[in-house]
């Protein structure tokens, strides 16, 4: 009998336990670390026989560890710890910084083909899936445009800036799609889109007691670099409100496609669309990469080393069905 795979994870909050989660369904797979930067003993798991273990002590877990699932964030723990783990293990990450993921690539390419291990980054749902489709599109419709809408869905970054703004006790955004700019998509018109026609913002907010609620606004709707471009709207509730219907973290979006294919005069508009419908976004963005996860044990089993993306990996690696399978059920 196949031994599962032995996937440890780095890091553990929502993304972390959304991992832990998703392995729960992939009985190929098991979980046998978790490892952090705070005290072990504070982390709870959802299956407390996983051991956690100090970021600290890593290096020690070498031999016992498949592959690695980075879970910490963009902007300062995977440029640091992506490079250092790729020397001890098999990666996968969810480095969402678009304009630096070539920078990522290259961090985390020379550590692992040196120690002969797999790195794979960029996985989740944009970067990741939406990317992928990116590709088809314009690979599928060269004369065309490329549309990326995203929402309803929640932003954390947004959000956390509307939580330090003085006056702010509690604050979510959501990013909203254009229901027009994505019809005249839809139409093959090919339009050119401005950042205030693609998306809306809108913000629902509990205010300190004593705060004054247009002040607070207008300092929302302002924000240079995340409000000022957008038609942005704020909604002040009370505390249980925003309990009730503000605690998960949807998001979502869609990649839309339009080209033409024939020759002139008999061109014919053309239309491809692939959307998300989050209930979760870190619990979908987790469960990509357990697919990739497995996906990158095939890799570096067949002997392949260095930093990988989706635009690399077959997208038969990703199942644990085997090509047979595969062809004769999917096909």
């Not at 890091?11 to 832990?20: A, M, P, Q, S």
């Not at 990741?128 to 990116?134: A, H, P, Q, T, V």
Request: aromatic fraction near 8%; charge should be negative; glycine fraction near 8%.
């Amino acid at each position: 009998m196949t031994q599962p795979i032995r996937v440890a994870i780095a890091g553990y909050g929502n993304l972390g336990r959304g991992v832990e989660a998703a392995l729960m369904q992939n009985p190929d797979m098991r979980l046998v670390a978790v490892f952090s930067r705070r005290d072990p003993a504070s982390v709870s798991l959802l299956d407390t026989r996983v051991p956690v273990h100090a970021m600290a002590d890593v290096e020690q877990f070498q031999n016992d560890v498949d592959v690695m699932i980075l879970c910490g964030g963009s902007k300062t723990d995977l440029p640091e710890q992506g490079p250092y783990l790729a020397q001890f293990f098999n990666t996968v990450n969810s480095f969402d910084t678009h304009a630096k993921v070539n920078e990522h690539h290259a961090a985390l390419d020379a550590p692992a083909r040196k120690a002969g291990y797999v790195a794979m980054l960029s996985g989740g749902w944009d970067p990741g899936m939406f990317s992928l489709n990116r590709l088809f599109g314009e690979t599928l419709l060269p004369q065309g445009e490329t549309y990326t809408f995203w929402g309803k869905g929640l932003s954390q970054g947004h959000s956390d800036a509307v939580r330090r703004v003085p006056g702010v006790k509690r604050g979510v955004q959501y990013t909203l799609p254009s229901e027009t700019a994505m019809q005249r998509v839809r139409n093959g018109e090919q339009p050119t889109l401005s950042t205030r026609e693609k998306h809306t913002r809108e913000c629902f907010i509990v205010l300190d007691e004593g705060a004054d609620a247009d002040s607070v606004r207008e300092t929302i709707v302002t924000m240079p670099d995340y409000f000022a471009d957008f038609d942005t709207t704020v909604n002040i509730v009370d505390e249980a409100t925003f309990e009730k219907d503000h605690r998960s973290m949807p998001h979502g979006g869609f990649v839309i496609r339009s080209g033409l294919t024939g020759t002139q005069p008999d061109q014919h508009k053309q239309t491809i669309e692939y959307s998300l419908a989050l209930g979760s976004n870190p619990e979908f963005t987790a469960s990509v990469l357990v697919a990739y996860a497995r996906a990158v044990h095939r890799l570096a089993q067949a002997g392949e080393s260095g930093a990988r993306t989706v635009f690399d990996i077959a997208p038969g690696l990703l199942s644990p069905k085997d090509p047979a399978q595969l062809r004769k059920e999917l096909l």
